[in-house]
Protein backbone atom coordinates (compact mmCIF):
# COMPACT_ATOMS: atom_id res chain seq x y z
CA UNK A 1 0.00 0.00 0.00
CA UNK A 2 1.37 3.39 -0.71
CA UNK A 3 -0.06 6.87 -1.36
CA UNK A 4 -0.77 10.29 0.30
CA UNK A 5 -3.12 12.08 2.58
CA UNK A 6 -4.35 15.59 1.59
CA UNK A 7 -4.48 18.00 4.48
CA UNK A 8 -5.87 21.74 4.44
CA UNK A 9 -5.74 24.71 7.02
CA UNK A 10 -8.65 25.97 7.80
CA UNK A 11 -7.76 29.22 9.15
CA UNK A 12 -4.65 31.48 9.19
CA UNK A 13 -2.04 30.47 11.74
CA UNK A 14 1.09 32.23 12.51
CA UNK A 15 0.77 34.69 9.07
CA UNK A 16 0.39 31.71 7.09
CA UNK A 17 -3.55 31.68 4.70
CA UNK A 18 -5.27 28.71 4.81
CA UNK A 19 -3.80 26.24 2.27
CA UNK A 20 -3.71 22.69 1.08
CA UNK A 21 -1.05 20.30 0.97
CA UNK A 22 -0.12 16.73 0.45
CA UNK A 23 1.52 14.16 2.67
CA UNK A 24 3.15 11.21 1.25
CA UNK A 25 2.74 7.94 2.43
CA UNK A 26 5.40 5.76 1.51
CA UNK A 27 5.10 1.89 0.38
CA UNK A 28 3.78 -0.59 3.18
CA UNK A 29 4.00 -4.25 3.21
CA UNK A 30 0.16 -5.33 4.48
CA UNK A 31 0.35 -8.79 6.28
CA UNK A 32 -2.57 -11.12 8.14
CA UNK A 33 0.54 -12.30 10.60
CA UNK A 34 2.90 -9.90 12.49
CA UNK A 35 5.87 -12.01 10.65
CA UNK A 36 8.21 -10.36 7.61
CA UNK A 37 7.00 -12.02 4.08
CA UNK A 38 7.53 -11.04 0.41
CA UNK A 39 5.63 -8.29 -1.20
CA UNK A 40 5.03 -7.66 -4.18
CA UNK A 41 6.18 -4.24 -6.05
CA UNK A 42 4.32 -2.76 -8.34
CA UNK A 43 5.56 -0.36 -10.90
CA UNK A 44 6.15 2.95 -9.76
CA UNK A 45 3.62 5.61 -10.86
CA UNK A 46 5.10 8.17 -13.02
CA UNK A 47 4.73 11.57 -11.27
CA UNK A 48 3.52 13.34 -14.62
CA UNK A 49 0.59 10.98 -15.24
CA UNK A 50 -2.91 11.27 -13.68
CA UNK A 51 -4.85 8.09 -12.30
CA UNK A 52 -8.88 7.99 -13.52
CA UNK A 53 -9.21 8.48 -9.60
CA UNK A 54 -8.99 11.58 -7.42
CA UNK A 55 -9.69 12.29 -4.01
CA UNK A 56 -10.02 15.78 -2.65
CA UNK A 57 -11.30 18.02 0.30
CA UNK A 58 -12.59 21.40 0.53
CA UNK A 59 -13.06 22.92 3.82
CA UNK A 60 -13.87 19.47 4.82
CA UNK A 61 -16.42 18.37 1.94
CA UNK A 62 -14.59 15.50 0.33
CA UNK A 63 -14.95 14.58 -3.04
CA UNK A 64 -13.85 11.33 -4.53
CA UNK A 65 -14.44 10.71 -7.89
CA UNK A 66 -13.59 8.22 -10.42
CA UNK A 67 -13.71 7.45 -14.25
CA UNK A 68 -14.46 4.56 -16.83
CA UNK A 69 -14.68 4.59 -20.18
CA UNK A 70 -18.21 3.57 -21.25
CA UNK A 71 -18.48 1.18 -24.12
CA UNK A 72 -19.48 2.26 -27.63
CA UNK A 73 -22.86 2.20 -28.32
CA UNK A 74 -24.29 1.66 -31.86
CA UNK A 75 -25.92 4.93 -31.87
CA UNK A 76 -22.87 6.88 -30.76
CA UNK A 77 -21.61 9.52 -33.10
CA UNK A 78 -17.78 9.16 -34.48
CA UNK A 79 -15.21 10.87 -32.60
CA UNK A 80 -17.38 10.61 -29.49
CA UNK A 81 -16.09 9.03 -26.62
CA UNK A 82 -18.12 8.61 -23.29
CA UNK A 83 -17.17 8.01 -19.66
CA UNK A 84 -18.88 7.45 -16.52
CA UNK A 85 -17.92 9.25 -13.48
CA UNK A 86 -18.63 8.29 -9.94
CA UNK A 87 -18.38 10.54 -7.42
CA UNK A 88 -19.01 10.30 -3.47
CA UNK A 89 -19.77 13.78 -1.27
CA UNK A 90 -18.73 13.12 1.99
CA UNK A 91 -19.67 15.98 4.94
CA UNK A 92 -17.04 15.86 7.18
CA UNK A 93 -18.15 19.29 9.26
CA UNK A 94 -20.25 19.41 12.30
CA UNK A 95 -23.29 21.34 10.40
CA UNK A 96 -25.49 19.91 7.55
CA UNK A 97 -24.82 21.39 3.86
CA UNK A 98 -26.90 21.45 0.86
CA UNK A 99 -25.03 20.60 -2.66
CA UNK A 100 -26.76 23.51 -5.10
CA UNK A 101 -24.97 23.62 -8.63
CA UNK A 102 -21.90 21.26 -10.32
CA UNK A 103 -19.40 22.33 -13.00
CA UNK A 104 -16.98 19.98 -14.94
CA UNK A 105 -14.67 20.52 -17.73
CA UNK A 106 -13.04 18.51 -20.15
CA UNK A 107 -10.07 19.02 -22.09
CA UNK A 108 -9.31 16.58 -24.92
CA UNK A 109 -6.08 15.74 -26.06
CA UNK A 110 -6.08 18.68 -28.76
CA UNK A 111 -6.18 21.12 -26.74
CA UNK A 112 -9.90 21.41 -26.51
CA UNK A 113 -11.73 22.58 -23.31
CA UNK A 114 -15.64 21.67 -22.79
CA UNK A 115 -17.51 23.25 -20.02
CA UNK A 116 -20.97 21.19 -18.32
CA UNK A 117 -22.44 23.55 -15.00
CA UNK A 118 -25.93 23.62 -14.01
CA UNK A 119 -28.05 24.05 -10.60
CA UNK A 120 -28.09 20.64 -8.37
CA UNK A 121 -25.92 17.50 -8.27
CA UNK A 122 -26.08 16.78 -11.80
CA UNK A 123 -25.78 13.80 -13.43
CA UNK A 124 -28.54 10.91 -12.40
CA UNK A 125 -29.64 13.87 -9.96
CA UNK A 126 -30.49 16.36 -12.69
CA UNK A 127 -30.92 19.38 -10.86
CA UNK A 128 -31.92 18.53 -7.61
CA UNK A 129 -30.32 19.79 -4.41
CA UNK A 130 -29.43 17.31 -1.80
CA UNK A 131 -28.96 18.25 1.52
CA UNK A 132 -26.27 16.07 3.66
CA UNK A 133 -26.16 15.64 7.30
CA UNK A 134 -23.14 16.60 9.13
CA UNK A 135 -21.01 13.08 9.00
CA UNK A 136 -22.90 11.73 6.09
CA UNK A 137 -22.63 10.68 2.43
CA UNK A 138 -23.68 10.08 -1.08
CA UNK A 139 -22.93 9.14 -4.47
CA UNK A 140 -24.19 10.38 -7.95
CA UNK A 141 -23.28 8.80 -11.37
CA UNK A 142 -23.08 11.02 -14.75
CA UNK A 143 -21.58 11.02 -18.35
CA UNK A 144 -18.70 13.10 -20.03
CA UNK A 145 -17.49 13.41 -23.24
CA UNK A 146 -14.44 14.14 -25.09
CA UNK A 147 -13.73 14.32 -29.08
CA UNK A 148 -10.28 12.04 -28.42
CA UNK A 149 -9.53 8.65 -27.14
CA UNK A 150 -7.12 10.65 -23.97
CA UNK A 151 -8.52 13.80 -22.14
CA UNK A 152 -8.85 15.16 -18.40
CA UNK A 153 -11.59 15.69 -16.27
CA UNK A 154 -12.13 18.30 -13.27
CA UNK A 155 -14.39 20.24 -11.33
CA UNK A 156 -16.21 21.10 -8.29
CA UNK A 157 -19.75 20.96 -6.18
CA UNK A 158 -21.22 24.07 -5.03
CA UNK A 159 -22.15 23.30 -1.55
CA UNK A 160 -24.18 25.91 0.65
CA UNK A 161 -22.69 25.48 4.51
CA UNK A 162 -22.80 27.45 7.47
CA UNK A 163 -19.77 28.41 9.79
CA UNK A 164 -19.54 28.27 13.99
CA UNK A 165 -20.73 31.17 13.76
CA UNK A 166 -23.91 30.30 11.96
CA UNK A 167 -22.76 32.54 8.83
CA UNK A 168 -23.77 31.04 5.41
CA UNK A 169 -20.97 29.97 3.20
CA UNK A 170 -20.67 28.83 -0.27
CA UNK A 171 -17.84 26.33 -0.99
CA UNK A 172 -16.63 25.12 -4.44
CA UNK A 173 -15.59 21.79 -3.30
CA UNK A 174 -13.09 20.77 -6.22
CA UNK A 175 -12.86 17.46 -8.12
CA UNK A 176 -9.68 16.85 -8.38
CA UNK A 177 -8.05 16.34 -11.73
CA UNK A 178 -8.36 12.75 -13.19
CA UNK A 179 -6.93 10.62 -16.29
CA UNK A 180 -9.23 10.19 -19.08
CA UNK A 181 -8.15 7.16 -21.35
CA UNK A 182 -9.55 4.66 -23.38
CA UNK A 183 -6.74 1.83 -22.27
CA UNK A 184 -6.96 2.57 -19.12
CA UNK A 185 -3.35 3.61 -18.85
CA UNK A 186 -2.39 6.84 -16.47
CA UNK A 187 -2.61 10.61 -19.03
CA UNK A 188 -0.56 13.47 -18.71
CA UNK A 189 -2.23 16.72 -17.51
CA UNK A 190 -3.24 17.98 -20.45
CA UNK A 191 -5.49 21.13 -19.20
CA UNK A 192 -4.33 24.13 -20.46
CA UNK A 193 -2.44 25.94 -17.55
CA UNK A 194 -0.41 22.52 -16.90
CA UNK A 195 1.79 23.51 -19.87
Known amino acids: ?31 PTDSLEQAPC ?71 VKEMNGLGVGGNYRSKEIELPAGDAFRTKGILATATPAGNAWGAYTVRAQTAGGEEVEIDAEVGVVGLSTDGTPVADLRPEAG
Do not use: C, K
Open 42 to 112: GEPARGDMLPDTSVRATRRVIVGATVERQPERSDEVAGVYRWAYDVQINNARDQAITVVAHRWMTVDADGA
Open 1 to 31: MHGSFQFETLRAVSGVVPSMFNARVGRLALS
